[in-house]
């Protein structure tokens, strides 16, 4: 499409006019590796995410990258295995491996063991926790509650990480970024961006995760006076309809394709975001999308 305007000066001019008429999924549609101007300045230009576009995933070796890929897929089936029952599990898979490696190794993944009652070792002292506001919570309208969370994704040469936020009441898919870490700024802009776009939610829902317990994570969602709530470390039915959505995307589409690059992936999870929110029937929904649901109440 660039090839048609001309000049890198003409594309640029394009792309600020197109920043401010298009919503941000829409926007990234429009990155191309062939236009004149760099992917991270057409992201700058677009104002969306250059994590998932410019940045190329985290190389590890081929042994661990193979290892780290199993042990995701056994995290959404045992999610409540500690590291000596993982190791004990990739033992009987035929892997010889220490309980060092395996402590290494789920932290990559971003692996948390869920407890059948709670977790009462506790985080650094300087770490933001909140009560869990959910329970017993009648969820009855769009932007109640919204939930966020990030989950590790194995790619053909490395690994890369996927945040989302996700509306509980409709189960529609807000915003979502992808990056090769993991960073409180990085989640501050992408609930800032939903914000943007959909409003504020009564209340905000996250783990206990580093990223969302931290100062400049809390305190953006305290000044524009959102609820925070948060899981009970290590519980299991706390953040459940996220959970389900890692679990949706992964067999769906990531463990299927192994992407290549952060081009690739930004492309392809977006195909997916939009075929889940607005083709995919749920059960929960009475057969609707979360798109019918969130769309027409919101």
Request: contains cysteine; positive net charge; glycine residues 6%.
């Amino acid at each position: 499409m660039y090839a048609r305007i001309g000049q890198p000066n003409m594309v640029v001019a394009f792309l600020k006019k197109k920043s401010l008429g298009h919503p941000m999924p829409l926007r990234g549609n429009m990155i191309e590796k062939s236009c004149p101007v760099s992917i991270k300045r057409q992201c700058e230009l677009l104002s969306i995410h250059k994590s998932g576009l410019y940045y190329k995933p985290a190389e590890i070796p081929e042994e661990d990258l193979m290892l780290q890929r199993k042990i995701d897929e056994q995290y959404l089936k045992t999610p409540f295995y500690g590291a000596k029952r993982l190791r004990e599990w990739l033992v009987g898979q035929g892997y010889n491996i220490n309980i060092k490696k395996v402590r290494r190794l789920m932290q990559a993944v971003n692996w948390q063991t869920l407890y059948p009652s709670p977790n009462l070792s506790r985080g650094k002292d300087s770490d933001h926790k909140y009560p869990y506001l959910l329970k017993g919570l009648n969820v009855v309208h769009p932007n109640q509650v919204w939930a966020m969370d990030i989950t590790y994704i194995p790619m053909a040469k490395g690994y890369m990480y996927l945040s989302a936020i996700i509306d509980l009441h409709s189960r529609y898919v807000l915003n979502w970024s992808v990056s090769n870490t993991m960073t409180s700024e990085w989640c501050v802009s992408v609930v800032n961006e939903a914000i943007a776009q959909y409003g504020r939610p009564s209340v905000f829902n996250t783990d206990q995760g580093s990223q969302f317990t931290s100062n400049v994570f809390v305190e953006n969602l305290q000044k524009q006076g959102i609820h925070i709530s948060m899981d009970g470390k290590g519980r299991a039915i706390d953040h459940i309809f996220i959970e389900r959505f890692w679990r949706s995307i992964k067999y769906g589409d990531i463990y299927l394709k192994a992407y290549a690059d952060g081009v690739e992936l930004y492309k392809g999870v977006k195909e997916y975001i939009q075929f889940y929110n607005q083709e995919r029937a749920h059960q929960s929904l009475a057969y609707k999308t979360p798109a019918q649901i969130y769309l027409s109440a919101a």
